[in-house]
């Protein structure tokens, strides 16, 4: 009786042991079967979209008073349309517009043209061009009408700053009324007529119009932007429709 009570839990260590032994086999058999991870290219480059939805729409506007910013706001194939600050343009009939491309990394320039000054208002501070771009332009997409803006909500201001090709600054919105907001992303002269955009929806919320001054020296963070609400009622207006 007692042989046959060893000869069982002799058995029984035996079947544990073979147990144990098994898993780490069997572990290693499963992870073969994970799927190799893909190796990206070596001109890769993350941030390609927010090139494409961000930089790419923005234009350098220069007149022989000056170098401001604009965005376009719709392509067709009869024209293209670019919203800017009415300060910019002033009284011009006519400017002279720098696109430009940006891919893998590589910002060069597309295209330099001659834009018609389709219109100007002074009291909302914004103006629109029309130009024909024989290459493949990127458009920016407006903010809905009923956009709701809030302190702390991130955003990024894009424009020529120094007269450069476009880049962008990023900051929050700091304050916020009727007739203008304010940001905290640094503004500069030649971003005047660029577009700031909604950080998370990288739709555009306003245009960047001022800089304050403070005994005689610019406060780049804290800067002036059009509402997409006061955009709207101009393009509606006149009866211009942009992407949403």
Known sequence: MKSTKLIIAVALIVVVISVVSVMPVNTIEKTTYLRPIKMLSL????????????????????????????????????????????????????VSVTVYSYNNNKQSILCVLNASVVLTDTNKDLALLSVLCDSVVKTAKLAPKDYVPFLFNPVYAVGCSLGLPPRPSQGIITSINNKSWEISAPILPGNSGGPVYDANTHKVIGIAVWVKTYQGQLITTMAGVVPIQTIYKLLEEYNVKAMK
């Open 43 to 94: 001109d890769y480059n993350p941030y390609q979209k927010l090139y494409d939805e961000l930089l790419y729409p923005v234009v350098r506007i220069t007149t022989t008073d000056g170098i401001g910013s604009g965005v376009i706001i719709s392509a067709t194939d009869s024209t293209d349309l670019i919203l800017t600050a009415a300060h910019v343009v002033e009284n011009y009939s006519a």
